[in-house]
């Protein structure tokens, strides 16, 4: 995966929501969803950039994330929204200070018992995106994939098409146009489903 937030073509080691470890995130976390973000395979020391403006909090040895950073965005479709990079060897900005994207955040650890790995089992970076007016009960603490967003920053919502309704769909309550099929409960999901309309994101996540 490639992306402003690091250099180079980087292999993912867990993607959100995945299916293998929601027991373990529901015991530990009480994420019924699952992990909820994605899992970079990175050296440790690996610079990590901020994906957006906005105002970082510095957060060291923040329980299983480890040395965790917050970037509260400042604007587009995710302004009041939240970046999570995790499990740092090391910060490189200050708290509370303002940011610009491409900015360098951190460097990356998550090796086993070292300082600022947090619950971490080997070395990577999480990263997570919550959106404004987030949804803290949809099973990943608010958080939704950050996948669609994380190859050029939030900036890239923008972009995605407007999904018009189909046959057989549900509506999105107070997001004309916009629908996805229907699923029975219990089907596995991947990954949440992210809808753009104009400037502004929607998101939907299904759960039981």
Known sequence: MQSVMWDGDV?????????????????LYGMWGGHNGIDLALPVGTPLYAPDDG???????????GNRIKLFIAHGPF??????????????????????????????????????????????AHIGLRPPNYDDGNGWEGYVSPEAYMADGTAAAAALPIVQP??????MPG???????VL??????????????G??????????
Request: proline fraction near 8%.
């Open 199 to 208: 400037a502004a994101a929607a998101y939907l996540v299904l759960k039981d």
């Open 184 to 197: 029975p409960v219990g089907t596995a999901i991947s990954s949440v489903v992210v809808l753009a309309v």
């Open 175 to 181: 997001v004309a146009g916009v629908a996805i099929p």
């Open 55 to 65: 105002v970082v909090r510095v957060l060291p040895e923040d329980g299983g994330y």
């Open 11 to 27: 292999p993912v080691s867990q993607w959100f929501a995945d299916p293998c470890c929601i027991a373990t995130y529901r015991d």
């Open 79 to 124: 302004a009041g929204g939240m970046w999570t990079i995790a499990h740092l060897s090391e910060f490189r900005v200050p708290a509370q200070a303002q940011v610009s994207k491409g900015t360098l955040l951190g460097l990356s650890g998550g090796r086993k018992g070292a300082p600022g790995a947090g619950f971490s089992s080997g070395p990577h």
């Open 166 to 171: 189909l046959p057989g769909t549900i509506e």
